[in-house]
């Protein structure tokens, strides 16, 4: 569904009779467009000679659930007031701005006021802005002569790294300074950022004198170098499975080329939470395996066998758990098939159990992979969010960015080719054969690519696909998921699951969406999340009176159903400095300094736990009383607590005490494509649809119906991994 509203047909059907009076606008329908928050927004204005008849806005790339809403309410509002001068919808100013802004200059079309711009002029110096960017405020210095903008400088940011750079540093502020000009192409996949520089530049401008209408002329489009490429591999999707795919597949000697949608690599991989699972002995010893812990294992080996190939499993977990409790080994108990058991059962045991077996098979072999790319990671291992059991191994650097730094590392070294801002469109078919892929650049310019070997899909899950949300979400499980914030990377649309489709592709478990519970309210980012621990050990969630409502350790899908239903949907992580140690030194998941999100007033703060309190408007009493319940489970090393949570090893007692509020967002698609452990797609009768290949969330059936917290790298690496060698090495 496209966000838009059109509010003619209402407004021509209100029956008011307006004094006659003197014509203001030459009737008639008048486009503009302006900056939103995720990237354009155009609107449509329908004038009378008196009055403002109707309105329509699109702008598709504004946040679901936030920037949406401004879109269905502002044109009503701006028909009835006959001005664009209207109230901002609440969490949505910059969609409200930009709508007001279109729709005013709109309406300077229709009364004759718009000018035509003259040549820029401006008080010559140093100017300095400051805009709102995705994670926090962009200051840019622009330095003006009389007739030009000579040079723009970024002096802080906190945008995410992989995403930012050529927003903000490279690409963008070099073409507005080659194209004297702010209607230049905003980055693909950095709109936000974008956006931030363009109007920090702007700010500066007007303070340097300069009517800005002068540096609204775009530049004149060129064609494109080349509209035809050739490779052995095509890959559709540069995030963790296509580059991954790419750097096996030319390990094995093939040439490839990554056709990328956005103006950079990495997709949600990038922002990511960093995290990832894998059985790892010698890590693991370091960790005593608890009661609570053994209570999981057994009874998740005690339990009804449901298939034949569960009961092996289970039997042969049961026989590793005993030999380990056998040898005297006190410490964590775990191996590829415990792995595999646990996550097939967490994913409600829908998952087809070969390719679950596959990913956690390999998990420790790609994460040797990875560290020999250049990958590190902390030396103690961790239980990260949602992941159920202390196998994650947490990134160095924040969020995916140590993931993409190492799987693009040498990149260019290898066979390989990425072609950024370029959108594959269709798979071509020949014989029932899949041979390239047709594909349009951001100027709408068709460009086609031909595979000599096979074509990979890595195009992601569909969470930023409005459309295809509504269509799939029928597992009773979710309220209306459009309604709902997002955190994924604006590409993800699920175009590689709907091309795959259209050459007769089978589908599965569609309807399986995960929801987030940590991110923030209002945008749906996981900006200020995990500020300390990526793991479930350190924090504690309360609801807006003060009350845990659920076992923090546990599923994605339980917490975010407990969190929406709490008042607002809202919840806060609770830390303290018995986790955040160092707070000068603290990063939130994307990289933020936590001194930042304190400032910005994302944390709250309190020396004691009654300052906390007393900002938040918690009562004490009770929120000491359910910290002291906890502290005490971890003193008796308790099994489990009335919230379910079985985790009980760091207790929370001494200040600065943290709070953190978040909400649930639309985070991943379980569903997609099926393959089989070869990553070779198939058809609706399960043949082989020879030359396709697809890895990574395009991809259904390993993670059921909930993908546990630090699979989805393991996934998308280990599966782009096969694809990568399958596709340099299948004949199709
Ligand atoms: P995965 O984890 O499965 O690798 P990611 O979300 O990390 O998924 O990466 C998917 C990548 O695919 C993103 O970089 C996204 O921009 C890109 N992408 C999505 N659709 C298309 C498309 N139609 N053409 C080219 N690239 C696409």
Redo the contacts with the bound molecule.
Sequence with gaps: MKKTLSMVLAAAMLSVTAAASAAVYTPGTYEAEAKGFGGQVQVEVTVDEEKIVGVSVVGDDETQGVGSLAIEQLPAAIVEANSAEVEAVSGATITSTAIQEAVASALAQADGTAVQAGPAAFVPGTYTATAQGHNGAVTVETTFAEDRIESIQVVSHFESEGVCEKALFTELPESIIANQSLAVDTI??ATVSSNALIAAVKDAAQQAGCDTASLMTAPEKTPPETTEYTADVII?????????AAVSATDEGASVI?????G???????V?GGIFNAPDEEMQKEVEMTAGVQALVEAAISEEPVSEAHEELMEKVRAQYEAHLAAGKTYLFDSVEWYTLQTWNAGDKVADLDLVYTMCANSYDTLTWLRNLGWTYYSDIRQGAGSLYQRTHSSVDHA?VGFINALTSGLEDRDAQIVYS????ELIMENGVCVG?L?EDRDGNQITFHANKNVIL????FARNAEMLSQYNTSGKWPDLTKITGT?????????IR?AEAVGAALRDMDQIQLLQTTQPGTGNCVYAYVAPKEAAGYLFFNSEGKRFIGEDGRRDDISLAALAQTDALFYMLESADVITDPENTYDLLGVPMTECISAGAIIVGDTLEELCEKIGWDYATVKAEIDAYNANVDENALTDEYGRALFTTKLENGPWYAIPRTPSVHHTMGGVVINTKTQVLDTEGNVIAGLLA?????GGIHGGNRIGGN??V???TY?RIAGTQAATLER
């Design positions: 693909a996949g559709v999707g540069a995030g963790g499975a296509g580059l991954s990554l056709i990328e949608k956005e950079y690599v990495g997709g949600n991989t990038l990511s995916g370029t959108t594959a469109t892929v594909a890595a195009t992601g899950g994924n990377m604006p590409g993800i649309t699920g175009d590689g091309m890895a990574g969330e395009v991809t989805a790298l996934d998308c690496i782009g």
